[in-house]
């Protein structure tokens, strides 16, 4: 099993940047993909992005696509999600997951089987 802690979230300007970071403890590290997800108040929890076990492939929803940046370091079992350009619809608790299915590209949230517990992003217009 894999611990995980989310760290950075906040209030921000619209037009504003944040970076997230998600400390991982327990499983090796460097063997799974990394997931963000964010749900908004009302909504269904939804995928932001994924980065594989090696940080040489990432994907993100369309929503987010040029805005935001999922980057790792494995040497810290740390990772991060860089967002820019910030809305108001990009208000939500985000949370960081580990792939229990493999180091590839996972997008579902059956994939994912360890989550951190989630940090509120506030962003006013």
């Known amino acids: 099993q894999v611990q995980l802690v989310e760290s950075g979230g906040g209030l921000v300007q619209a037009g504003g940047s944040l970076r997230l970071s998600c400390a991982a403890s327990g499983r090796t590290f460097s063997t799974y993909a990394m997931g963000w997800f964010r749900q908004a108040p009302g909504k269904e929890r939804e995928f932001v992005g994924v980065i594989t076990w090696s940080g040489g492939s990432t994907y993100y929803a369309d929503s987010v696509k040029g805005r935001f940046t999922i980057s790792r370091d494995n040497a810290k079992n740390r990772v991060y999600l860089q967002m820019n350009s910030l809305k108001p619809e990009d208000t939500a608790v985000y949370y960081c997951?580990?792939?229990?299915?493999?180091?590839?590209?996972?997008?579902?949230?059956?994939?994912?089987?360890?989550w951190g517990q989630g940090t509120q992003v506030t962003v006013s217009s």
């Open positions: 997951a580990a792939s229990n299915t493999g180091g590839g590209i996972r997008k579902r949230e059956a994939d994912f089987g360890s």
